[in-house]
Nanobody, 120 residues
Framework: QVQLVESGGGLVQPGGSLRLSCTTS????????MGWYRQAPGKQRELVAN???????NYADSVKGRFTISRDNAKNTFYLQMNNLKPEDTAVYYC??????????????WGQGTQVTVSS
């Protein structure tokens, strides 16, 4: 049984920081692409950052220089450090783990989401 659980969301002021965690179980995290997505009300879910391979990271243009994705394979956990948060970062953040494949039926697992609200 594969499970992903996000934690660390909350309310922060603009310019503040937040660290999200995604704790996984039921899989070997290191062999999967791991990533963070977010979805604001009425908007499409978008990729925030991911680690497609062990030494590669990708970031959305909107978060480059502010967010950092990292992992701890021994703990089956990966993180999203968010600095200099802006109101437009407000969204539900989801962690995702998927197989390293472009096939439509590849393994694809999602957490239930954690709310991040950036407001004064």
């Amino acid at each position: 049984q594969v499970q992903l659980v996000e934690s660390g969301g909350g309310l922060v002021q603009p310019g503040g920081s937040l660290r999200l965690s995604c704790t996984t179980s039921g899989l070997i995290l290191s062999i999967y692409v791991m990533g963070w997505y977010r979805q604001a009300p009425g908007k499409q879910r978008e990729l925030v950052a991911n680690i497609p391979t062990g030494i590669t990271t990708n970031y959305a243009d909107s978060v480059k220089g502010r967010f950092t994705i990292s992992r701890d394979n021994a703990k089956n956990t990966f993180y999203l450090q968010m600095n200099n948060l802006k109101p437009e970062d407000t969204a539900v953040y989801y962690c995702n783990v998927r197989g390293r494949s472009f096939a439509a039926d590849r393994p694809d697992y999602w957490g239930q989401g954690t709310q991040v609200t950036v407001s004064s």
